[in-house]
């Protein structure tokens, strides 16, 4: 008789934890599937130039993402995400990401920038807004739903850029002590300002 309550016991207890697994899935793949998708808004993003000894930093407030599904009705897949520049020499940079949803977190990770892996985990999405907080960020970021999926195929690699021709260097003194470039500038920095890891030290112009 005890033998037999015992055995009750473990199936009732099997029972609800596949039940709250089952739920937990559910929930991940609801969740994917209303991530998945092309977004708009502001992402964070920005980068760092120097030019003759100067930094600059331009910021990036329309950053358009996609999450693709592996699969369908896949809780993990990957990512394309370019950044558009309002004044700078670049006029967009692009990135390449994967994507997961576990117990109702979101996790990033860039292959070819991995000081930009993230989770996010505080967050509110509808099929229209999707807004919430990067790990130990302070800053929300806000993105809108623009369509369901988009042909991407000119984006393939890890990162790419599309320089600004029309772009005209602003005209800095030289910085004493500090030894310029004598070969126009480069890209010192990249990140997110919603990143407390990324974000860009003292870049103030001089």
């Known amino acids: 008789m005890e ?3 015992l055995s ?3 199936l009732l207890a099997l029972t609800m934890m596949c039940s709250l697994w089952l739920t937990s ?3 991940d793949i609801s969740l994917s599937m209303t991530l998945s998708g092309k977004w708009k808004g502001d ?7 120097e030019y003759r000894g100067h930094e600059m930093i331009f910021n990036c407030y329309d950053t358009h993402i996609e999450f693709f599904p592996d699969y369908d009705m896949a809780t993990s897949g990957y990512g394309r995400q370019i950044d558009y520049y309002d004044d700078g020499p670049y006029a967009y940079q692009y990135y390449y990401f994967h994507w997961s949803v576990r117990d109702g977190v979101i996790y990033l990770s860039y292959p070819g920038n991995r000081e930009l892996n993230t989770s996010i985990s505080e967050y509110s999405m509808t099929n229209n807004v999707f807004t919430g907080y990067f790990i130990d960020a302070h800053d929300r970021f806000r993105l809108y739903k623009w369509a ?3 042909d991407w195929s000119p984006y ?3 990162y ?3 320089l600004r021709p029309s772009w005209t260097y602003p005209y800095y003194a030289p910085t004493r002590g500090t030894e310029e470039n004598s070969e126009g500038g480069r ?3 990249r990140g997110n300002r919603y990143l407390p890891s990324t974000q860009p030290v003292d870049c103030t112009l001089q």
């Open 43 to 49: 992402w964070g993003m920005y980068y760092v130039y």
């Open 156 to 158: 393939n690699t890890y």
């Open 3 to 5: 033998m037999k309550r």
């Open 8 to 10: 009750q016991k473990i």
């Open 148 to 150: 369901d999926y988009y």
């Open 187 to 189: 890209i010192v920095a």
């Open 160 to 162: 790419s850029f599309s």
């Open 25 to 27: 899935c559910d929930e």
